[in-house]
């Protein structure tokens, strides 16, 4: 059975449930084992397994680990996973078992398993596998020996499958890239620098770029995609603060390293360096830097943002990273001379 782990927002499907009923009773609360017990031995879960084959696995994330229950069909052989410890913390804050069986069977159905040997054969396929070659900037403390990456900076340039057309396009849908794929596909022979270069192509064309000040309304404007050469006589260049990202809004941080321009054209438009500022793991924003002073005050607001608004999962970075203008060269904020 091969579990692929999509990208299936179960926070917000579990705001539908109404946690803010009164919390139980200590002494009526089911352990988790006992609640865990409950929902894999329900009519209703069991309906979804033809083969009653239904698993408890550990999930293991950057932030800490879950239970994650899958569930295997006869037809699909990958399913997506669902965190029984978000949904105990549900039960323990006073929402039904009954309403939250009925939700956990609401996102199995809206996110549905599938045949995981027709994955397996389009990534044997070199051409299909080179063209969904994708890459994004993590934490280093989210590699492991078996994932194909490269070390940027004090991050990790890792590399994925992007795999949304052929398992649903409902949601994003990557495979991470092992050493594994690598020899089922046949590329064992290619190094890194080929991978990411390829992967970093394939992302050109996906970047999204806007201003912040047009962050609230963006998402309802196709047409709010700016191109950096155009800014000098754009509007938006008294409003410099941009955000850069991919056009799906997924792992789009690493935008900037992918079109090489992007920093170059934008750093000759405000004659100036130009702080990338990591919002998550899903978008940076770019801002000239006017001194030193400016350093240590983006550096402690990524640190509060992150510690007071962004998920464990999504976080890039607790600093900022600085683009020379006169180098053309990325530091980390860390290793910048603020005393200068």
């Not at 409950?38 to 979804?48: V, Y």
């Not at 080929?194 to 996906?206: F, G, H, P, S, V």
């Amino acid at each position: 059975m091969i579990i692929l782990y999509e990208n299936i927002n179960e926070e917000n499907n579990a705001d539908t449930l109404d946690s803010k009923q009164s919390g139980k009773e200590n002494c009526n609360l089911m352990s988790f084992e006992e609640f865990k017990n409950n929902i894999i031995s329900d009519s209703r879960i069991k309906e979804l397994s033809d083969t009653e084959d239904i698993k408890i696995h550990t999930i293991s994330t950057s932030s800490k680990p879950y239970k994650g229950m899958t569930l295997q069909t006869k037809s699909n052989n990958a399913t997506p996973t669902i965190n029984l410890n978000m949904y105990y913390d549900l039960y323990k804050n006073g929402v039904e078992l009954n309403d939250i069986i009925d939700e956990i069977v609401e996102v199995y159905n809206r996110n549905p398993g599938f045949d995981a040997t027709y994955i397996s054969k389009q990534l044997e396929n070199k051409e299909w596998f080179l063209e969904n070659l994708c890459c994004r900037l993590l934490p280093k403390d989210r590699s492991n020996d078996e994932n194909i990456f490269k070390e940027w900076q004090d991050l990790i340039i890792d590399l994925y499958i992007d795999a949304t057309s052929i398992i649903n396009s409902h949601c994003i849908s990557t495979i991470r890239l092992t050493k594994g794929l690598i020899k089922m596909s046949g590329l064992e022979n290619m190094d890194i620098d080929e991978l990411i270069e390829i992967a970093m192509n394939n992302l050109k064309t996906n970047y999204y770029m806007y201003p912040l000040a047009d962050s609230f309304s963006v998402f309802d404007n196709k047409n709010a995609n700016v191109e950096v050469d155009q800014l000098i006589n754009n509007i938006y260049s008294n409003y410099p603060e941009f955000i850069v990202t991919s056009k799906s809004k997924m792992y789009g941080s690493i935008m900037f390293l992918a079109n090489e321009s992007i920093l170059k054209e934008y750093a000759n438009i405000f004659q100036s360096d130009v702080a990338i500022i990591p919002s998550s793991v899903h978008e940076v924003l770019l801002r000239p830097i006017i001194d030193n002073g400016d350093i240590r005050i983006l550096n402690n607001m990524v640190k509060e943002v992150n510690q007071e608004g962004v998920e464990p999962d999504d976080i890039l970075s607790d600093h900022i990273y600085i683009y020379n203008r006169k180098d053309k060269t990325i530091t980390s904020a860390l290793s910048f001379d603020i005393s200068a």
